[in-house]
């Protein structure tokens, strides 16, 4: 079940780096929801490659063909198929990867488990991978359009490396966010964070971030007691984000250093409407939103390929020096955006389309 | 599926706080493994209430008792029912919650999603839903004994506050997280934690902390490509527990702060073996073990239930002033150690089971 | 996931025959169902053994008790623990089954599977275990009422041995069922049936039959395309019922014979409703229903354990006699129409969820 | 999850009769486990349609492609994309179904549980659909080749109206069953049968039957207690097939005939195996496999779509009448033969890996 996600709103993905090609399967989309692949086609040119001079310059249109579950621009409620096909592969800039692991990649894990890898390439680790996902969120968007038409999810950079940008949660737009190619709605910071990659790539190096993620307009009632609370989902739904590293939701790690009477988000009525004064929650109580904005925190590591010489040992396990070659990001945060994005709604339509199912009817 | 998690190696808990009891159904669980109720008495009295001065003095035994799947000692493959039926219960301690939600929570959004609550404690939410989990991870524990037995899965309080511990993951041991009542093997200031958390107590405060858990004697190959990663499980499994706010692994959000070249762990040989130079992946790389040791920390918030006046607002939507009465924890951290290991252990029992499923075999 | 059925209402059930008990968890249960103990207790008492002179005289009240997942009469949303206790166990009577295998019942093949089995009765494979799906079904049926107040689940006796029936599924009722021993609402034939019963009993033999259940008052559009077709679920259903050999829905197997002019039921126009002429269909067309009566057929195998002379093997692989002692059903029929009924109130239940969740509105 | 089939060798299925292909996404399969394209095909060749006289002209090459989860000829472990493009469709063929509901087709129940269906063609309800599943099946050969190389399943043509084959289960050859285009090993009724097909058509009409399947080879131990248990998923995977309506194990409904003494397969041992010397269980006890051969019939309607006029409704409610065009098969036998074959092979696949997960090993 490696590759399956979600429960009502159930995806499962395929696809390698270099192969055929990547692609989603959904299964539970409801019916008579409008559909075309220039829904799908749009977030999937905010996470190709090549889009901008600080990302990978992997030459990839990343066009999506909607195979199945669609007929007159409507969801027929059954499975939609959506594949992309792989054209600028290059598996020989990958050779010296099929002896050496590359260090902090997943060459040797991947040949650990299986005892076979793809090594042309990140194979199922690559980042290309989240293809699948971005496109099944496009679905997602729409599902959530029609049901939850106050949603709103905006992810965008918060830091990169030591430098952080001032942002609101409860106010920033998606249009500030694509206002700049790090995906920093903060503009001057903006500027030093693309000076600090292009000097990051022009050293062979590569550097980590982190990214926010406000979820707007949500109802109060999503989400599930115990296993499948709200947090633990988005939580999971981050972390099997290629490079990540660290979650927290609301007050995160700084909300353990308070006392219950500085954290605690009194209650307080707005119209006949609950709302709280404070967000140190961020909109999740018990597993289950409240109405009030989530927002939420990825760290993402450094990119593990880069261009220095690193030691590391061969498969036959003798130990070498190996320098990659290949188009690899220095900075994975600005194209992590949108896949934080994607995350957020898989996780948001599951858990709206089974509240339907168990309870029979959403709020808001 | 709220209460469902694994999927090799299944549970399904149910129960809440003030009711007939909780227990858990464990499924898939392999035929052969000892198992006795001693077994798991002892993880649950780890993780009663009342054991200690720093920890709600609510007086449980929490008296488990195994319902089947098990045969003159040995488990039989069929699922193993474990119940710990309700003793110490005393709704009349919540009867102003009946008609006002505590701030911070699951109150109000239990009623928000289901239009009912079990109002006589926190219910589902109750940390006393946490007893399933243990238990179940009693006998996952049992199972890697037999399967992998040099795993070791240890966790302790890291901070308390902005109390800080020094410990060394590579090496600490079972018995000095296990040698104070905080479960802070740093003794020193293990002390000073306790003195903070007895004076939280006298001011009717609560305070929160962070549990850090290293998983040692792993083998390489462990986890999944794509959702399934080893992190995104743990993330999860971490994220369930009640009062979480923020999980990281290896490096975490400080590792979004270095370079590749900081960051990358080497590959060496250490005779037949690849291992890492250093360890800043945390035992995962890609979603799958490398063999190192596992680390990771989990954030919990201060508790919610303090006995201080708060305003909130009354299930009609009036607005109000709550204080608190009835028996909390006036800091989760030390009852929240055994919690952490437990899900660590199921994941881990789970992907087990998953490796040996689709590959044959386990490393190690 | 040996123990787990259902998607959206979703039951894991536990227990062995002789063992602490029986029992089931059911999640995804809507809140807000009015449910009492004495609801499931009426179902349960329909399937226990000892309640006639024809069925197996072990002396079980089957006393359910719900442990969680209730309150104030009414389900809160949350996990709902019912479990009954073993009172009348008496290992002793199977003392020879420790060493010899009984010829087609399932004590070979658990051992062959597991390597261990609880030979003090059935173990997991005796139909005590159908204790905890009938629990489940009579939540599924408070559910029901709810949702699809018009829906009638009615399941008799239809064949024994070579005795046949002769009732007519869509005007049965409950009551006719109920009106004798041996549950057939055809009065004369049940005689004759019960005197077969008796008569197979005092030769220490057992005998077969077959059970048809109705669903009647079904809206349209319960079932999903491919593999979770209404048909495969309910196939899926009564055939992991104890001793069941075949299942047939609509024409079933007598439709095999038949040409496309003579089995297709065409549409007709009832005031606004569409209906068909006929029902070969069998309420389902293409997996999904169809609004008209779903009927269906189960064939159960003569009882396996019997008190004559049979060839059999130990567990040492040496060939032996065994006569079997202890308590046990001549014909397992009367006590199977509840277990039928059960399993379609669970299969229709966990659709009509799904059905709401996906597409947001149930017919009918 | 209506697109999704079995626990640890899961698959999803995708994709409708008119549109842009079909295909299948299967998880879970073991690495490095040899794949081919035309080991696909191969299988796909047998199901497609135009491969003989007496099945439907649709003129399908049905040629597929691996898009992912294999590498240099081995399995990667990961998922495995398999497609099938559409190319012979002519919905024009159709375009009366988009105002009438064909009877005893899929027509009306799709439009009343989505409100839009796909009406050129059976869409979903396609027999088109199965494509996906012969496609996994083969996958699953390759594997259970490596697992279980004595394993053999075959399936055949046992009825055709009233015609009935004489095959003995325990003997009957692969290549018998290709040797004529019915697929019906006894030779001179495979000659009536087709005579009998021929006429079916000419007059327009169509024709039910039975496919036999034997499963020779497996090993003791495969299969689950209670809900998994190897006939109710064998059930569960036959009725999933398009126009079932029956499905039997071993002595199925007949055996609800026999008595105890005469139902009962004495054991015996034939070296240091454990053999039955009858075989009435037909290879399952408890659910749970015996080593024995598991032979299982499986009941077809005949097909829905016929040339002859009936009486169906509009859309709109409108009573009218109906021929159908396009191209159809007068008797879904031939071609259903393949179809039960997959799925047997899909349980069994799934099955093998789940026993490997949860205990270890296999047998045989």
């Not at 709302?275 to 927002?295: K, L």
């Not at 994975?332 to 949108?338: E, G, H, S």
Request: aromatic fraction near 6%.
């Amino acid at each position: 079940m490696s590759s399956h996600f979600g429960h009502a709103f159930r995806i499962a993905t395929w696809g390698e780096s270099h192969g055929g090609g990547v692609g989603v399967v959904i299964d539970g989309c409801p019916p008579l929801i409008e559909l075309s692949e220039a829904d799908v086609q749009r977030d999937l040119d905010r996470r190709r490659p090549g889009q901008s001079e600080i990302v990978t310059p992997r030459d990839e249109a990343d066009q999506c063909r909607i195979l199945s579950g669609v007929f007159e621009g409507k969801t027929l409620g059954t499975p939609i198929a959506i594949s992309v096909l792989n054209k600028d592969a290059r598996p020989d800039a990958y050779r010296e990867m099929e002896q050496a692991f590359r260090p902090s990649h997943a060459d040797y894990t991947y040949q650990a488990k299986f005892g076979i890898r793809n090594w042309q390439g990140g194979g199922r680790a690559s980042a290309r991978e989240t293809i699948g996902r971005v496109a099944a969120a496009a679905v997602a968007k729409q599902v959530l359009r029609a049901l939850l038409p106050s949603l709103e999810v905006i992810a965008y950079v918060k830091t990169i490396h030591e430098l952080t940008a001032d942002i609101d949660p409860e106010t920033v737009r998606f249009e500030d966010v694509e206002a700049n190619i790090v995906r920093c709605p903060d503009a001057p910071m903006a500027v030093r964070m693309i000076e600090l990659i292009k000097g990051m790539r022009s050293e062979g190096d590569s550097v980590g971030g982190t990214v926010e993620c406000v979820i707007r307009g949500m109802p109060a009632g999503l989400g599930e007691p115990v296993f499948d609370k709200l947090e633990a989902e988005l939580a999971k739904a981050m972390m099997s984000l290629p490079a990540t590293k660290g979650f927290e939701v609301g007050s995160g790690f700084a909300g353990a250093k308070l006392r219950g009477s500085e954290h605690n988000d009194a209650f307080v009525m707005e119209g006949d409407r609950v709302r709280t004064a404070t967000n140190r929650s961020g909109g999740i109580q018990g597993g289950i939103s409240n109405g009030e904005a989530i927002f939420l925190r990825v760290a993402f590591k450094p990119t593990a390929t880069i261009f220095k010489a690193q030691q590391t040992v061969t498969t036959d396990g003798e130990e070498t020096e190996l320098r990659a070659r290949g188009r690899h990001d220095p900075c994975v945060l600005p194209r992590a955006v949108p896949m934080v994005e994607a995350m957020a709604l898989l996780v948001i339509c599951d858990h709206a389309l089974r509240q339907r199912g168990q309870v029979g009817a959403l709020q808001g």
